[in-house]
């Protein structure tokens, strides 16, 4: 149990690794080529969305909180920035600026609802998604708003084989790894995900870390909707809900090895699990899957590797007698048992 | 091991003003006054002893010191200035760091993490983990700590390295006051002469110690002065050099016994054995052999850390024993989960009844049922038709079987624990820690229980901080100590005898091993 363990990043990137391999057979038995520049684009893209939700969605988890409430924010950034955008090039800017800071608004008021009446970010979340779920549904009929041709140019434009979409989901992860590894502020996010009492006895003001997180979070999820805005022109009220991101982000935020209790774990586990889940998704399209089968796929994998992570994770107060020494029972005796005169004298029983 | 006297090498001293000065320290909880009138003078360097049995008051005074607790009244003084906190990190940044026995620290994060959470080093803007690592590698250097690496996860440390990690934060904020809890309860041997040298390495810069301890060896070891505390009042302050084991102890104890307990009730006699141990063990408890009878109230003393609990979990299946046979009314089990055991008619009653005794927001009934109804489903019908007569012997005294548990005093949710328990019918009835936390009117009839179940035959197995409680209710006394059977006495035994026992000192009987 010394420090040589190996560390749940390690086994996520190693899954990661053994599911690319599986695909590329499974590809390659379907007479395609896994290693194709279509089908890497493929891939890349369809990481791109969950990715953004998931950096999001890490924070949130590591500080010991949950959003439910993303798909609902990825649909209102994907109607309102279509919305404001209306198809000019002129629109872009306000469009982003004004979706993005709504979203920031939800998520600090997530977070603040979280923080300050100590409902869990569960329910909170819950309770927001719905609001945000009613508002669309009453406001939007069908998809709303148009994207600027200029705009879609974010999903469409490839530098080298690499979608622009991706690099820009790729720089939040680096730039959420950065913060969580090199700024107080991530040091604190642990320390409240942790353990939030601990964290207070240090001194810590444990609202700020949860209240970015959640703000973050939102963020994330209004720039993947802007993201969906980009790929399919137009806003649409029900994108987000239909991608499942809530639930799917979380699943693959502990399947890249974040305690779901919060205060253990990193960005990079989550891009391996966002990626394994566009792998699989991505093979069992290959294979021609039924849909429905898919889901049992992503649901097995979901469990197995979250037991996987308990099993590790079983933690017992150390044993004082850790293995008793098997040798010669009669003259062990335990060190510093004093045995005072007048009590029965007992020996260390050996092992059986 | 020889007993270290007067460590001639941290006296202060004379001269010196006091680092910490004390006066008048009054704590109440409710009207209820827990410490009383307490007065200490702590110099620079100075290690003092704080000593006591359970609930005399010497948690409280840390608190109050530690800014956990606000005195009542009196004057706490840093410095000759005086303090007051409002928060715990009020008073480590005066200088009055404490190491409570529940760590506050992060499992997942690194040492140099823990050490400086709240106050990272940063350098342009972000947090300079490098310099974290250096640091904290110094501040263990400088206590004499070599081979903990600072960038290893706290979890992966054990017991005596997580309490050097709180050190060593402790003199990162330049403390100049460090307060022990029960420093040594989970340490072995050898970690405590660690232990002891860092403490000698801190009063040679000057820090002064405030260290709370049962093992008494340890406070003459390591201590100048001692400070004894009684039912929260202080009754002595003295020198080491003035004081000897004997004379400390009955400082401790030599109380006036303001409980009182009932007599066996006509007829108890011991019978048949119930429950026997033979060299049993698992990873906490060793080589335990014990002869439990119908009849019979054994007592189980001991120091905190010293096992006890853990005996009991090992019979209970909590932790399975692992080596040693078990013997049930002449049948060998080995119960390997609280199931197996409660069929194998064995009962708990856990020193935490709200966290492992009671579901809090159920009702009376649903609680008195609950393991029956795990357990014994078919009993269930009978069981609760006789649930009104088993809390009207226990004299729970509630509006309605159907009222939420959490409402209840702490005597009868305690009571409502028995009901749950002797709902099983059990033939061993484990007890720990029974009347922890109830008032005096119930601890009373939790004794005359005990005392009925006795008469009934069972056999009751009780372990208790309180040592008025283990002499007072025992037909025998078994004294734990570092997860052995140190002993057994006899229900005469006074309290020395018995803390003795328990802590391994008593001039001229002491073996050197």
Known sequence: MRSSRITSTTIVYGVLLLVVVAAALITAGQGRNFFSTGNLDNILTATT????????????????????????????????????????????????????????????????????????GFIATLGTGLVLSGYLGSTYQGSSGL????????????????????????????????????????????????????????????????????????????????????RLGVGQPTVGSQGGYDLMSIAAVVLGGTLLAGGKGNIAGTLAGVAIFAVLDNAMGVMELNPFLKDVVRGVVIVVAVAVYARRELDRRPARFDRPPAADPGTTKPPGSATPAGTTDKTLEASR | ????????????????????????????FHGNVVLRDADLDLLPGQVLGLVGENGAGKSTLMKVLA???????????????????????????????????????????TVAENVWLGREPRRRGLVDVAAMVRDTTALLEDLGVTGLDASRRVRSLSVAEQQIVEIAKATSLDARVIQMDEPTAALA?????????????????GVAIVYVSHRLKEIFDLCDVVTVLKDGAQVATEP??????????????????????????????????????????????????????????????????????????????????????????????????????????????????????????????????????????????????DVPRLLSTLAVSARALSQ????????NQQK????????????????????????????????????????????????????????????????????????????????EDVLALATGVRAGEQVAS
Request: glycine share 12%; with cysteine.
């Open chain 1, 49 to 120: 969305i969950l990715g953004l939700i998931a950096i999001g969605q890490t924070l949130v988890i590591l500080v010991g909180s949950l959003d439910l409430s993303v798909p609902y924010v990825v649909s209102l950034a994907s109607v309102v920035g279509g919305g404001i955008m209306a198809g000019q090039a002129g629109g872009i800017v306000p469009a982003l600026l004004v979706t993005l800071l709504l979203c920031g608004v939800i998520g600090a008021v997530n977070g603040a609802i979280v923080a300050g009446l100590h409902v869990h």
């Open chain 1, 147 to 230: 994207a600027a041709f200029e705009f879609r140019l974010l999903d469409a434009t490839r530098i080298g084989p690499v979608p622009l979409a991706f690099l820009l989901m790729l720089g939040c992860a680096g730039l959420a790894v950065l913060v969580l590894r090199r700024t107080r502020l991530g040091h604190h996010l642990y320390a409240v995900g942790g353990n939030a009492e601990v964290a207070r006895m240090s001194g810590l003001r444990t609202a700020v870390p949860v209240v970015v997180a959640h703000t973050t979070c939102s963020v994330m999820s209004g720039l993947a909707g802007l993201v969906l805005l980009a």
């Open chain 2, 1 to 28: 091991m020889r007993r270290v006297t007067s460590p001639t090498d941290s006296t202060p001293a004379p001269t010196q003003a006091p680092v910490l000065r004390v006066r008048g320290v009054t704590k109440s």
């Open chain 2, 67 to 109: 800014g956990v607790h606000a005195p009542t009244s009196g004057t706490v003084e840093l410095d000759g200035s005086e303090v007051t906190f409002g928060h715990p990190v009020q008073a480590q940044r005066a200088g009055i760091s404490t190491v409570f026995q529940e760590f506050n620290l992060l499992g997942e994060r």
């Open chain 2, 189 to 205: 041997d050898h970690e405590v002469a660690l232990l002891y040298s860092i403490i000698r390495t801190l009063t040679g810069r």
């Open chain 2, 240 to 385: 080491i050099a003035a004081l000897d084991e004997g004379r400390l102890v009955r400082l401790m104890v030599g109380r006036t016994l303001d409980a009182f307990f009932p007599d066996p009730l006509e007829g108890t006699a011991p019978g048949e054995t119930r429950l026997e141990l033979r060299g049993a063990g698992n990873g906490y408890v060793d080589g335990v052999d014990l002869t439990l009878r119908a009849g019979e109230i054994v007592g189980v003393a001991g120091l905190q850390g010293s096992g006890r609990t853990e005996l009991l979990e090992a019979v209970f299946g909590v932790t399975p024993l692992t080596r040693g046979e078990m013997t049930l009314a002449g049948r060998k089990v080995r119960p390997r989960s609280p199931r197996q055991a409660v069929r194998a008619g064995i009962a708990l009653i856990t020193e935490d009844r709200k966290a492992t005794g009671l579901a809090l927001n159920q009702s009376i009934l649903d609680n008195t049922l609950g393991v029956v109804r795990a357990v014994f489903p078919r009993r269930t019908g009978g069981v609760r038709r």
């Open chain 2, 404 to 411: 939420e548990v959490r409402l209840l005093s702490g005597g």
């Open chain 2, 416 to 495: 409502v624990v028995l009901a749950r328990w002797l709902a099983t019918d059990p033939a061993v009835v484990l007890m720990d820690e029974p009347t922890r936390g109830v008032d005096v009117g119930a601890k009373y009839s939790i004794y005359e229980v005990m005392r009925r179940l006795a008469a009934d035959g069972k056999a009751v197995l009780m372990v208790s901080s309180e040592l008025p409680e283990v002499i007072g209710m025992s037909d025998r006394i078994l004294v734990m100590r570092d997860g052995r059977l140190a002993g057994e006495l006899p229900p005469t035994s006074s309290e």
